[in-house]
């Protein structure tokens, strides 16, 4: 699957990201309902979801190109970013942290086949001169709830919603594709749609039930995104 077709704008249909996918079944499970992406989460600092290399790539395997995988990392630089991609072979990989427009240069040219999401920690107005910076490196931005400079990293799955309007602001500014996380659940995502315009959107903890993903929650979540376009 070639970068530019994983975030295809070619219609506006709402995308949904179903994160945190610990096993085939939970792949399964979101497939089922309807996800257009599934994220598996490598090593982070905090936060849930984190899973085994080695269970990752048995997930992408798995899942065999039905839908894009998306390998979440909190690595830094292309090199070790680029060995969890030989290792895993995701069709996306998501960058949690800041990386610099040299390293993702490089990355590119090592890995041309992979599609790139950078994330930013939505906190206040300086985060649209971030994503600004970042956009011409990457295929696609995501819009987050962290905080990077915690003295333990926050780098996703804080489940807080941050401020809609700094984002709306910031998809209008970014020509990339710009998905929105943080906080979502069945009860909010419509509103938070309606407000941002975003691609796609993105949730872990808010559709699942003592940390398994259930399957009515994303079922609900999907129907409640996909009533907007």
Do not use: Y
């Amino acid at each position: 699957m070639a970068p530019d077709s994983v975030f295809d704008t070619g219609d506006r249909r709402v995308r949904v990201k179903i994160c945190c996918i610990s096993s085939t079944e939970e792949a399964d499970i979101a497939m089922e309902a309807g996800a257009d992406f599934l994220g598996l989460v490598s090593a982070m600092p905090s936060g849930p979801g984190p899973i085994a290399e080695s269970r990752i790539a048995d997930i992408v395997r798995w899942v065999d190109g039905r839908v894009p995988t998306v390998l979440l990392t909190s690595r830094q630089d292309a090199r070790t970013i680029g060995l969890q991609v030989e290792r895993m072979r995701p069709s996306v990989v998501q960058l949690v942290d800041t990386v610099e427009a040299a390293e993702l240069r490089a990355l590119r040219r090592q890995h041309p086949d992979v599609a790139l999401m950078q994330v930013i920690h939505v906190r206040d107005h300086a985060s649209i001169d971030e994503a600004a910076a970042a956009a011409p490196f990457v295929d696609a931005i995501l819009l987050d709830s962290g905080n990077p400079t915690a003295a333990v990293k926050e780098l996703g799955g804080t489940g807080r919603v941050h401020d809609w309007a700094v984002s709306q602001r910031l998809r209008e500014r970014v020509p990339a594709p710009v998905m929105l996380a943080g906080g979502l659940r069945v009860e909010n995502v419509a509103d938070a749609i309606r407000a941002v315009r975003p691609f796609g959107v993105d949730v872990c903890s808010g559709v699942r039930t003592d940390g398994r993903l259930d399957p009515g929650k994303v079922t609900a979540f999907i129907a409640a995104a996909r009533t907007i376009c």
